[in-house]
Structure formats: C-alpha cells, structure tokens
C-alpha cells in the first residue's frame, strides 16, 4: 500500500505513470465515458483548513470514478476537539476506502498514514501540495513542453508550493528557479533532499532573490500567494518584504516567447500577479485549475491499484 504525501516519496517512472493514468481517464471524462474505476469506494475528506478547488474536485472526481466522498471538517469530527490523530485514522479507515487531508502541520498526515490501514492522500500541507504539482504537471504536457524541456521559474515565497516544485523537479529532472525575497528561501532540509535527486535526475535547481535571473528564458512562470491561510496577521509585512516580487509584464518579457504562466489560486490581483498577465494567461491558469480533477483521479486510482 502506498499513500501520497510528497512527491520525494515516488520515482521518476511512478510520476509519469501517475500522469498518464490521469491523461487517460480524463479523456475518457470528456468523451462522458465514466469507467467505475473505484465502484462504491468511500473517500474521507478531512479540512482543518478550508478549500474551494480541493473540495469540488476530490468530491466530484470520486463521484466520476463511481465512489463517494464524505467530507469531515476538523470542527465536526472529535479531531477538533483534541482526539488522537492515529485513533481518527484507525477509526476512519476501517470504514473507508481512501482519505484525503487538507491540514495545517505536515506532521498531521505523517500520523495519519502511519496508523491508516488505507492510502493517505496530502490535500495541501504546510510543507508540501503535490496533488497541485500533478496538475500543475499536466497542464504543461498539454501546453506542449515536453517534461526534459522544462525549464520553470518559481517566483514568490519559499513555501509549500516552492517545496513541491524543487520535488517535482528533482525528481523528473528538468531545470527550476526559484527566486524568494531574503529570509522568505525554502526549507533548508527541502532543498537539501531536492539537490540530492537532482545528482540522480540531473535537475538543474537555481536559488536566488532575483526575479529577473530566475525569469530570463524561462518556459514556465508561476508564482503563488504572498499571503497564505493563517498568515494574516503577518500580511501588511509581508506586502513589504515582497515589494518587487509581481510577475507583471515587464517581467514575463524577460522568459522565453510564448512562456506559460501558472497560478494555483486563488490569486491576487495586483500583489503576486498584474491583472494584465493573470488575463493574458487565463486559459492556462482556469486549465490547471480544471486539471486537479483529473490529476487527481489518476492518483486515487493508481493508489487504489497498489493496495
């Protein structure tokens, strides 16, 4: 059995055929061909933080693949109100089939597979998003850049999207920049396990605080929110320290002609991201978006076919 937690935890063969399950069930989605690839499964979905992407596209995914999902806000189950995590992951799959997480410590989904007798799936954490990264992936195959050819920038804070870019990268081999404000850098540790694939891929990973370095020819540009859930109180500081830090027009001239430009979302205008270049790349940011259904089906199966 295998859950999903960071991509660090897969080979480079076991994310691609991740990706191709998900290419080929979503196109048998858009021809209205559901297979039951998971029939009358049930799927927890426990939220300590709340969603709108996560939640439509796990529920209805599962429904597509013939299952159920059941969502469990961390207010309304005994985990919000101080009950052992390894005791809500033996309760809970003994009664499901998978659970998917959206938590506020890593350390939560950690507990959570260890003591699950079903597979773990990392909705969002604070470490790390992969199932946005799987997304993320597709979208740029279906844009038409080959995975060797990737040559992303990563421009914004050093946070759980930055850690899921350095995995994704190291691990399939393609060359990454990311550019932080000082003292907004990665996690140390990340990095260090992100170099260390990136000796096996040979991944060209470049750290830096200049936009501009990490923007120059790039083929994908993405960034992520200054200011994310639970750090509102940090906000008007954070708007500070990442003055300079918006991909707006100027800088996409900088990457190469016809370069992507991606956004998780929810994005905000102005601060990360100009209202011009989120407009001129809306296509691809609302395709990314609609592929987190489809990515993650193609996770959900492929973990289901590992039991």
């Keep these: 059995m295998r859950h999903f937690l960071t991509l660090n935890d897969f080979s480079k063969d076991e994310i691609i055929e991740i990706l191709n399950l998900a290419f080929e069930i979503k196109k048998e989605a858009k021809a209205r061909n559901f297979k039951p690839y998971l029939k009358d499964q049930k799927l927890a979905m426990i939220f300590e933080k709340s969603s709108t992407r996560t939640r439509v596209s796990f529920d209805v995914g599962m429904n597509e693949l013939g299952g159920h999902a059941l969502f469990l806000s961390s207010r309304d189950i005994q985990l919000g109100r101080g009950e052992p995590i390894k005791d809500t992951a033996r309760v809970i ?9 959206r938590v506020n410590r890593h350390e939560t989904l950690i507990e959570l597979a260890e003591f699950s007798r079903v597979p773990v799936i990392n909705g969002l954490s604070d470490k790390f998003h992969p199932v946005q990264l799987m997304a993320d992936l597709m979208t740029i195959v279906e844009c038409g850049i080959k995975t060797p050819k990737i040559k992303a920038a990563y421009v914004g804070d050093g946070n759980n999207m930055a850690h899921s870019w350095l995995m994704l990268a190291s691990k399939l081999g393609f060359e990454l920049r990311v550019a932080t404000p000082v003292g907004y850098e990665a996690d140390p540790q990340i990095l260090a396990q992100a170099q260390e694939n990136a000796k096996i891929s040979g991944a060209k990973i470049l750290i830096t605080n200049d936009i501009k370095e990490a923007v120059r020819g790039a083929n994908v540009v993405t960034t992520d929110t200054w200011v994310s859930m639970g750090q509102e109180a940090e906000k008007e ?17 900088l990457a190469k002609k016809n370069a992507i430009f991606l956004h998780c979302l929810p994005a905000y205008r102005g601060y990360e991201v100009s209202g011009a270049v989120f407009e001129a790349h809306a296509d691809e940011i609302f395709a990314e978006a609609e592929n987190r259904l489809h990515a993650q ?3 959900m199966v492929w973990l289901d076919q590992k039991r």
Excluded at 93 to 101: E, G, P, V, Y
Excluded at 237 to 253: H, S, T
């Design 297 to 299: 089906k193609g996770v």
């Design 237 to 253: 500081q954070r708007i500070r320290d990442f003055a300079g830090f918006c991909v707006d027009e100027n800088l996409m001239a």
């Design 93 to 101: 799959s003994r009664m499901c089939d998978l659970i998917m997480a």
